[in-house]
């Protein structure tokens, strides 16, 4: 396995916050790397800035091998880099299609292979059947599915999926769980934020733990979830296995 | 696949009844008559030339009269003082219009969208004193408050775009509407419509998704500059005459932005739609209650609250609703009767 | 030479920001730029004409009846029209409906007095419409400016107290600055924005008494003094009572030096300029907390 993003001394200060202080990280070609920690530990400030939607106080991101710290969102998604949002952000006046078309022009000029691969997301993400329904008419689980259809339709290499089965219930996360195993299927690296800890548990291969914008732990789900520090801070004492 | 080119088929049947209908218009009406028909025409262009940046991509301008009026001046001054083809000017004070847009446009994207409105009227508002007040730019007429006024040639003169007979005017400002319309559809049915619509509803989860929207935006308002400015010429051209508080008044600006707004804005044919009621309408009251000053401008504010109030999305979808109703019950009869 | 336009310039600053209070405060709770704001406080200068002339008021106890009629039209204006598309738009990022409505209201209401009192220039005389004070140094100012720059300051100082040390005041800060905290600690959301417009528009009425003492009205003379209003709002920052009352200063001061060096033209041009470098530069005013 070779790795595809490589996160070095990743620092963002807000004032005298340090959001994200001097993060490391390795994700695998191929994996589902999910990092955790509790709220407010600056898991979203880390997906921003890799994302290009921040720019880093000080440190450095590495995409497939391509140093691309502070480039802009665009720019990285061309490059095969894109995330979804934790507040599910679709563009309220458009059909669902339409939506997920706007990922697939990212490598195309032409209406019809966008639109072709915009069908084959929605059909990954079991969403075909509302393809002509307004956005916004759509459920929480819906417009979660939407925001990862996009994603997938711009055909990226990795994609960082940012609580995407928070609220939902629990017949809705065996649901997205099945479709994030799938994109792992079809050799997209996944990074995930996830506060589900069943979920992360069985789906990931590697995780991340930070906590108060530090990195505290990295390893497998068992590792993680033997780890002393690990239960301090996140899990609470009374989870020890 | 066999529906939508049948329905392709039939909207262009439908366009070119309309097209007929208007060329047989034309010869029948009065010029009384043919200049309000050319105003409808005329701000049913300029505000789908405004909606292709304020309706598809999303940045509320208003604004757009500092367009208008840099085309309408471009041509005159070229024309008067040079003796250039207002066709030439045309083209000279789109471009030049196009280029000004981009400028603003380059430090203004960067704002909020109701900053971005407010940062367009302060524009329009400067340009409109900095005209008043300048009699002279070098060798250039300007003529501050006082205005340009264009010598008339007697006859039609193609080359001079004056006409006697209105007709051509109207036969101009046609083919522009057709030209800038298809521009729109064009627009709106390829991967830069998706793109704008996307930065329109939701601009960070749009940049996520590979779409530039700075350089996006600035290509709306190329565009959206080049047809304002261009439109100025001929408005120029009807009235023979260029003066700063018609070319690059603020009412202009609001005027634009109120017509596509009521017809629908973000379609393509909506502003048409919004042109053809706001001018009718204001033609009519001007000419039943002539003499009264502020009546249309009055209509004008109340059809606008009225409108967004109780229909957000412009009266172009409400037609359309109907439209479809209408066919279907003709379709179910028309079986029953089988 | 320069002290009298340093001290007309004040003393206009001051009226200037009482202007752009009422834009300022609604602005800084509901984020709505009202655009009808030139246009109220014209409907409150013919207020003002109608009861002077006609009744034989004192412009300034207009106040008594100007005030509250603009509060109620801006609390039922809010409650019929902007309440429902306040709702309607809260989701949208582009929230432009709000604009174009208020601006429609100006629209109206500037033209509906158009077709009703004509462009006839009108103004009210009182008897001391022309007497003129001495300011030290030998000059000499406009009464009515100043007893309206006087207005103008105890309307903020009024304001600021309203804001900051009374329940109701407290309540419209705590709606702007988190709407849901706001409902769940009882507080009625949507009845307080109705107080906010009314508030807004009543601050308009107050400008506009004072302008109505030395101004001459027409319909269109709120286009011309709205616009200063909507400098101030955007150089002050949003909701920023103190930024307001600076940022008029600063207008008043720019228009009056600009009228001294170059003309009045070019003072007015100055404003705009300024406004647009504002924009440009620093967004959030020059006064205004980063949101």
């Known amino acids: 396995m070779s790795e595809i993003l490589k996160i070095e001394h990743l620092s963002k200060h807000f004032g005298g916050l340090k959001a994200v202080n001097d993060v490391n990280m390795t994700v695998q070609k191929g994996e589902i790397h999910a990092l955790i920690g509790p709220n407010g530990a600056g898991k979203t400030t880390l997906f921003n800035l890799v994302s290009g939607f921040l720019t880093p106080t000080s440190g450095h991101v590495t995409f497939d091998g391509h140093d691309v710290t502070g480039a802009k969102p665009y720019h990285l998604c061309s490059k095969g880099l894109v995330r979804t949002y934790q507040i599910v952000q679709p563009f309220r006046g458009m059909s669902t299609l339409d939506n997920v078309m706007v990922g697939g022009f990212t490598h195309t000029n032409k209406v019809s292979v966008a639109r072709e691969k915009a069908l084959r997301a929605l059909k990954i993400t079991k969403l075909e059947n509302k393809a002509d329904v307004q956005a916004r008419s759509l459920n929480l689980c819906e417009q979660k599915r939407l925001e990862v259809a996009r994603a997938l339709a711009t055909e990226p290499k990795l994609i960082m999926l940012d609580e995407v089965m928070a609220g939902l219930n629990p017949t809705e996360v065996t649901e997205v769980m099945d479709i994030v195993t799938g994109i792992k299927e079809l050799g997209i690296t996944v990074v995930i934020i996830e506060h589900i800890m069943q979920a992360v548990m069985s789906i990931s291969d590697n995780i991340t733990v930070i906590s108060f914008g530090e990195k505290i732990a990295e390893g497998k789900p068992d590792e993680i979830a033997r780890n002393e520090d690990v239960i301090a801070v996140y899990l609470g004492s009374d989870y020890a296995i | 696949m066999n529906t939508s080119k049948k329905s392709t088929i039939v909207r262009l049947a439908a366009l070119a009844a309309a097209l007929a209908f208007v060329l047989v218009l034309a010869e029948c009406l009065n010029s009384y008559y043919l200049q309000i028909i050319i105003y409808i025409f005329m701000f049913a262009y300029f505000a789908s030339a405004w909606n292709i940046l304020s309706g598809f991509a999303g940045q509320f301008s208003l604004g757009h009269a500092i367009f208008i009026g840099i085309g309408a001046y471009t041509s005159t001054i070229l024309y008067v003082q040079y003796g250039i083809s207002p066709w030439i000017g045309m083209l000279a004070g789109g471009l030049l219009a196009a280029l000004v847009g981009v400028i603003i446009g380059f430090p203004c994207f960067k704002l909020k969208s109701t900053y971005f409105t407010l940062t367009t009227i302060a524009l329009a508002n400067i340009l409109l004193l900095l005209v008043q007040n300048t009699r002279k730019l070098g060798s250039i007429k300007i003529n501050g408050a006082r205005g340009i006024q264009i010598p008339a040639v007697s006859g039609n003169s193609l080359a001079a775009m004056q ?176 | 030479m320069y002290y009298e336009t340093l001290i007309l310039g004040l003393v206009m600053g001051c009226i200037y920001s009482a202007t752009a209070l009422g834009v300022n405060i609604i602005y800084g709770i509901m984020q709505i730029v009202n655009w009808a704001h030139g246009s109220i406080l014209m ?164 400008a506009g008494v004072i302008f109505a003492t030395f101004y001459t009205i027409t319909p269109s003379v709120g286009t011309t003094i709205g616009s200063k209003a909507f400098i101030i709002l955007v150089l002050g920052g949003k909701g920023s009572v103190g930024g307001c009352l600076l940022a008029g200063l600063i207008i008043g001061l720019v228009e009056a030096f600009g009228g001294l060096f170059f003309d009045s033209y070019t003072g007015q041009m100055l404003c705009f300029v300024i406004f647009a470098l504002v924009l440009f530069l620093k967004p959030n005013g020059l006064f205004g907390k980063k949101v």
């Open chain 3, 43 to 206: 409907i409150a200068m013919f207020i003002v004409y109608g009861a002077t002339v006609l009744l034989g008021i004192n412009p300034y106890l207009t106040l008594l009846i100007a005030v509250p009629v603009m509060f109620a039209f801006g609390y039922a204006f809010q409650d019929i029209v902007i309440r429902p598309l306040y709702l309607r738009e809260r989701a949208d990022s582009n929230p432009v409906g709000l604009l174009l409505c208020t601006a429609g209201l100006g629209i109206a209401l500037e033209n509906i007095m158009l077709m009703i009192f004509k462009s006839t220039p009108r103004s009210v005389s009182m008897d001391i419409s022309l007497t003129y004070i001495s300011i030290g140094f030998g000059r000499k100012l406009s009464l009515v400016k100043l007893i309206g720059a006087g207005i103008a300051l105890l309307v903020f100082a009024i304001m600021w107290f309203y804001m900051n040390r009374t329940y109701p005041g407290k309540a419209l800060r705590a709606t702007a600055q988190d709407r849901e905290a706001a409902q769940l600690m009882g507080i009625n959301v949507l009845r307080y924005y109705n107080i906010a417009f009314g508030i807004g528009c009543a601050l308009c009425a107050v």
């Open chain 2, 163 to 338: 006409f006697v007979d209105k007709k051509y005017y109207l036969y101009v400002i046609l083919g522009m509407l057709i030209v800038v319309l298809a521009v729109c559809q064009w627009i709106k049915s390829s991967k830069m419509g998706y793109q704008l619509a996307a930065v329109a509803n939701n601009q960070d989860a749009a940049e996520s998704l590979c779409v530039n929207s700075r350089a996006l935006k600035l290509k709306a308002m190329a565009i959206s500059a080049f047809f304002c400015a261009a439109g100025g010429t001929f408005y120029a051209q009807v009235i023979l005459f260029c003066n700063p508080a018609r070319l690059f008044a603020e009412s202009l600006s609001d005027k634009l932005a109120i017509v596509a707004m009521l017809g629908g804005k973000a379609t393509v044919f909506g502003p048409t739609v919004g042109a053809v009621i706001v001018e009718s309408i204001s033609q009519f009251a001007s000419a039943r209650f002539a003499g009264t000053q502020g009546l249309n401008l009055a209509i004008y504010g109340i059809m606008l609250i009225v409108c967004i109030r109780f229909f957000p999305d412009g009266i172009l979808p409400i037609l359309q609703k109907l439209v479809r109703r209408l066919v279907a019950r003709l379709r179910s009869k028309g079986e029953t009767t089988k």
